[in-house]
């Protein structure tokens, strides 16, 4: 059986049963909770490589359960809500969610979507790459951004689409490439999660290097310093 564990918090049992059947087809250990409480006690104790999580759930819900496994856990979390709401997407991003997935929903689509994120999350340790361009360094080994002398929060996505993109300097990355380098698959849902990251990484870069992250209007994105 496969060393990866998928921790499913959804209280619809029907949902949690047909995901379960599709992760445990592709050899996934699998852990269901049904309400919000439970979910977190099983990520506590199950230790998780990733986590299905509903917003809409008894007891404590998703939002909440993001903010309390944040700060002392980085398991990769994919958000699953009938949410569709722009808002509702940046502010599971904002929150630490690595990918958000709306209902309806294709289970071999949440399957790949999983595969793709530990295949991100899984690196090698012994990886010493960095970039750096003023006020702005990236450490590939350590996973870790440093804006001036303050290092931010990214979560695995935004970290994995800003490396791509200052990688390659003045290069063009069309939303469909930037979709199948860093969510590693051929992607066949909403082609706005790249918009909605990108919102959210210039965001958390803030005032002095957002902009190193121009729009390419009707193409993409591309990273760019302004010379002096």
């Not at 049904?34 to 998780?48: C, F, R, T």
């Not at 819900?61 to 994919?78: A, E, H, M, S």
């Not at 904002?94 to 530990?118: I, N």
């Not at 790249?194 to 958390?204: A, E, G, P, Q, W």
Request: charged share 30%.
């Amino acid at each position: 059986m496969s060393k990866d564990k998928i921790l499913i918090i959804d209280d619809d049992k029907n949902i949690c049963q047909i995901l379960k059947e599709y992760f445990e087809f592709e050899n996934f250990q699998v852990v269901i909770a049904n309400d919000g409480a439970e979910g977190l006690e099983e990520a506590e104790s199950e230790n998780p490589n990733l986590i299905i999580l509903d917003i809409m759930l008894p007891e404590i819900d998703g939002w909440k359960i993001c903010q309390k496994l944040r700060p002392q856990n980085d398991t990769p979390i994919i958000i699953l809500s009938a949410k569709t709401k722009e808002t509702d997407r940046i502010t599971g991003l904002e929150l630490g969610a690595d990918d958000y997935v709306t209902k309806p929903f294709s289970p071999k689509e949440v399957v790949a979507r999983a595969k793709a994120v530990l295949r991100r999350t899984d690196r090698d340790e012994t990886d010493s790459d960095s970039l750096q361009y003023p006020k702005l360094k990236i450490n590939k080994s350590y996973r870790a951004v440093n804006v001036g002398t303050e290092q931010i929060s990214l979560t695995p996505k935004e970290f994995d689409l800003l490396w791509t993109l200052a990688a390659a300097p003045r290069q063009v990355f069309p939303r469909e490439k930037l979709l199948r380098k860093v969510w590693g698959y051929d992607y066949f849902g909403d082609i706005r999660t790249v918009d909605t990251h990108i919102k959210s990484l210039r965001k958390k870069l803030g005032a002095e290097t957002s902009d190193y992250i121009q729009t390419v209007w009707g193409v993409g994105y591309k990273f760019e310093v302004a010379e002096d």
